[in-house]
């Protein structure tokens, strides 16, 4: 089935420690997205891709980068976690259709990260 | 800017009741809105979305949704709930000038008895 797929589902690190979590999809999808989501809260949009077209929220902190080498695979680097950054890490697709916005995002299970 | 609103942020319903979740939002132009479920321990699913047409949409698991473009609102509803309905709801809105961007209201975390 094609599906979008998050390695680990659940992340240790400790603090300071640069850690990259991976998200890869079978959709083909030109559209890749990285949301955090804390406990109780909505997904918060980080940034996304559009193709090679990298888009930075304004409220991103520098702290997170991201890189897509192709059109399958995107990762989420974190240089230094702080105790804030512990949540859940959500990667989405989408392929926008004709009249641009008019596009579903499909989730993977996400990535559960926890800074000691 | 783009916003949603969703009301209740925890609901508690018997097995059977009926299920009408607010969803409100904030977007001078055409949107397309979603609402995605997310199961205990589970990704966020699609239950359903509106583009254009019918302004009731019907999804799966029998949830439907009522766009109401005068109240700017788009409420979940659900005559019957089940204790496997338990899950916690967001509602989303992509606005036709705001690129690919969703924006995520608060959620509503549904707990139904059995």
């Known amino acids: 089935d094609a599906m979008v797929i998050q390695n680990p589902r659940y992340q240790v690190t400790q603090f300071g420690k640069p850690v990259t979590l991976s998200c890869s999809q079978t959709?083909?999808?030109?559209?890749m997205y990285w949301y955090q989501q804390k406990s109780s809260q909505a997904p918060k949009l980080l940034f996304h891709?559009?193709?090679?077209?990298?888009?930075n929220e304004a409220d991103t902190p520098d702290n997170f980068q991201s890189r897509r080498p192709n059109t399958s695979f995107c990762f989420l680097d974190i240089r230094s976690p702080g105790l804030g950054d512990a949540a859940m890490y959500l990667c989405?697709?989408?392929?926008?259709?004709?009249?641009?916005?008019?596009?579903?995002?499909?989730f993977g299970p996400g990535t559960r990260l926890l800074v000691l | 800017a783009q916003s949603v609103s969703q009301h209740n942020h925890h609901v508690i319903l018997s097995e059977a009741a009926s299920l009408e979740l607010g969803c409100n939002y904030s977007y001078g132009g055409t949107v397309n809105l979603f609402w995605y479920v997310q199961y205990p321990g589970q990704h966020l699913q699609l239950l359903l979305k509106y583009f254009s047409g019918d302004p009731l949409v019907k999804g799966i698991k029998g949830f439907e949704a009522e766009f109401i473009k005068s109240k700017f609102s788009f409420n979940l509803r659900k005559p019957s709930v089940q204790w496997s309905d338990t899950a916690e709801y967001f509602c989303?809105?992509?606005?036709?000038?705001?690129?690919?961007?969703?924006?995520f209201g608060g959620g509503t975390r549904l707990m139904v008895k059995p």
């Open positions: 989303a809105v992509n606005g036709n000038n705001a690129g690919n961007m969703l924006t």
């Open positions: 891709y559009y193709d090679k077209d990298f888009n």
């Open positions: 989405a697709t989408s392929s926008p259709g004709t009249s641009g916005a008019r596009e579903t995002q499909y």
């Open positions: 959709l083909n999808h030109n559209v």
